[in-house]
Each structure stands twice: as C-alpha cells, then as structure tokens.
Nanobody
Framework: QVQLVESGGGLVQAGGSLRLSCAAS????????MGWFRQASGKEREFVAA????????YYADSVKGRFTISRDNAKNTVYLQMNSLKPEDTAVYYC????????????????WGQGTQVAVSS
C-alpha cells in the first residue's frame, strides 16, 4: 500500500513557475513507477509526465515537453514536477500516481493516487 500526498500548487501568472511535490509513504518507493496527471474542469484526466523507478527514464506529454521536468528522490520518497513557462491552459488539478514496476502514460495502469493539488495560471 502506498499513500501519496501532493503539495506545491497555487495561483501563478502566465510565464511563471511552480514546483509540485508528491510525498509517498512506505519503504519501497524505489520499486514504483511514478506519474503526474492533470484534470481541468469539465475535461478528462490526462497524462503529463512519468518517470521510471530509477529516475533515468522520463516521459512527457507533447503539451508540456520542454517546459515541465519530472524528477524523483528515492531517498526522500518524493517525486517532483517542475513547471516552467506556465500557460493558462495548464490550469488543472494535478495528481501524482504510483504503480509497482515500470511507469506508464496510461492512468488506468496506476494503482495509487494522491488527492490532487490545484494549479491555476492567470493570463
């Protein structure tokens, strides 16, 4: 069982930056692939970024590539999402997710989810 708690969301102007954190419980964090997803009001949840267990391999949605960076610190049981050059269309609730083994870009393949953190980008 893994419990995930996101933090770092907030209101920022377009062009600004935020760093989201996701703290995981348990002693086997390094055995989980991790992902970030987001859901805007009235829209379906979509993939943002994912990272392998070791942190070597990362994957991004085209819409955030070059602006967002996913990373993890297995010693701290934490995964991060650095978001730069934010746009109003990045406004959403951001969720982190975990699955045993390799990471995935598909939300249905994740077993554990955090409660989400709101990101709002003003124009």
């Amino acid at each position: 069982q893994v419990q995930l708690v996101e933090s770092g969301g907030g209101l920022v102007q377009a062009g600004g930056s935020l760093r989201l954190s996701c703290a995981a419980s348990g002693r086997t964090f390094s055995s989980y692939g991790m992902g970030w997803f987001r859901q805007a009001s009235g829209k379906e949840r979509e993939f943002v970024a994912a990272i392998s267990r070791s942190g070597i391999n990362t994957y991004y949605a085209d819409s955030v590539k070059g602006r967002f960076t996913i990373s993890r610190d297995n010693a701290k049981n934490t995964v991060y999402l650095q978001m730069n050059s934010l746009k109003p269309e990045d406004t959403a609730v951001y969720y982190c997710a975990a699955r045993p083994g390799s990471s995935s870009t598909r939300s249905r393949e994740y077993d554990y989810w955090g409660q989400g953190t709101q990101v709002a980008v003003s124009s």
